[in-house]
């Protein structure tokens, strides 16, 4: 299976990845901690997604369950697929895992193992070669972003003027009839002040903890999110008694960061859901296909879940363009960046940004916790 962009991305150059700078901590955070909006509790992940998804106990469970097995075939398919893979998403509504190729001799072998089998002229590897012509030519004014719809198979362009749209596809290069431009009313902001499990603080800010990990020196700490500090940086609990330092840090470009724990931090291999006092455990980081639900915690608005819709999507926010991002429509807003991203118990992500509220929803990307992991030789908490 082809590795998803963000990993290519990061993997290929750690020390591209550990000295890009970081905006600084004041920029979006605040001084006074927010206790999560009243949203309806949901005490565990299942009470969320009946929530958020509007769907019976039942329904909620087999959801779960499902997702969980497509996990299992995911993995075979794309095997059994080879070369010729091209993506996988999943469907919430029918339970059904697709698997798309590149090459119609893949497909028997692809059902054979259990999935659906679609196939396509780009798939991941072509639509990334598209992004990537994208990225060179650089961000134009009005365009919000571009991600790879795999469902679609082609490479969806959001802009909020379609002038700047049409520029970007211009001064790419790219033919015309492989993407798809869509107008929106809403830019991307960065959440940056958030919490994931816990609070933490930075100077006059406030940011969250996304994930627990040890370094390759037996040292505990937790990513995050980049944009909320540069190296150097230090960090303080939510109650003043731990504190870390930023070891590894990048913002633009990518969005994601390393906190080494200095005293008094105790890692555990849990997410607030800021619900009845409940907790979701972590028990690995198996990356979830689009389509697939996927919650969220953050200091700001609590525990929230939607589907994930796409990878490698590059994101122009005021501050600079990151890219490989994951999109959702999970809703968060400001005060919820870091935090962390999780499907069942498979840790996915750190919040990045995104626009909208959990009023009236909108859109959220998050920064992968696979390449922060594979980069930084760290290793997730799961016990």
Do not use: K
């Amino acid at each position: 299976m082809r590795p998803s962009p963000v990993i290519s991305a990061i993997g290929t150059g750690a020390l591209a990845f550990g000295l890009a700078l970081s905006v600084a901590p004041g920029a979006s955070a605040v001084t006074v901690p927010a206790e999560p909006s009243p949203q309806g509790e949901a005490a565990t992940m299942q009470e969320a997604l009946e929530r958020d998804f509007g769907l019976t106990p039942f329904e909620a469970e087999t959801l779960l369950e499902a997702q969980q097995e497509a996990y299992g075939i995911d993995t075979a398919a794309a095997e059994a697929a080879g070369d010729a893979y091209g993506g996988s998403v999943f469907d919430t509504h029918t339970l059904e895992l697709t698997v798309l190729v590149t090459d119609s001799a893949a497909v028997s072998d692809v059902e054979a193992a259990g999935a659906e089998a679609e196939l396509v002229s780009h798939g991941t590897e072509g639509l990334a070669a598209i992004i990537d012509e994208l990225d060179a030519a650089g961000t134009q004014p009005g365009v919000v972003g571009w991600y790879p719809d795999v469902a679609s198979d082609t490479v969806v362009i959001e802009a909020t003027d379609t002038t700047g749209a049409e520029s970007l596809i211009e001064a790419a290069g790219v033919d015309a009839s492989t993407v798809r431009v869509e107008q929106t009313d809403e830019a991307p902001e960065l959440y940056a002040d958030i919490v994931g499990g816990d609070a933490y603080f930075m100077g006059g800010g406030r940011c969250s903890i996304g994930f627990a990990v040890t370094d390759s020196s037996g040292n505990d700490g937790f990513v995050t999110a980049g944009h909320c500090g540069t190296v150097g940086t230090s960090a303080e609990s939510g109650d003043g008694s731990g504190s870390g330092v930023f070891e590894e840090s990048v913002f633009p470009g990518n969005d994601a960061a390393y906190v080494r724990a200095t005293s008094n931090w105790t890692v555990t291999n849990l997410v607030n859901m800021y619900s009845a006092g409940g907790a979701q455990t972590v028990g690995g980081s198996s990356q979830a296909p689009i389509g697939s639900a996927v919650c969220r915690s953050g200091s700001t608005t609590g525990w929230h879940c939607g589907t994930i819709e796409a990878r490698g999507q590059s994101v122009s926010y005021p501050e600079g363009t990151v890219n490989d991002m994951t999109r959702t429509d999970v809703c968060a807003e400001p005060g919820d960046s870091g935090g962390s991203f999780i499907a069942g118990d498979q840790a996915q992500g750190m919040t990045s940004g995104g626009s909208g509220n959990c009023t009236f929803g909108g859109t959220t990307y998050y920064q992968e916790v696979g390449p922060a992991l594979s980069t930084w030789n760290l290793s997730l908490v799961t016990s």
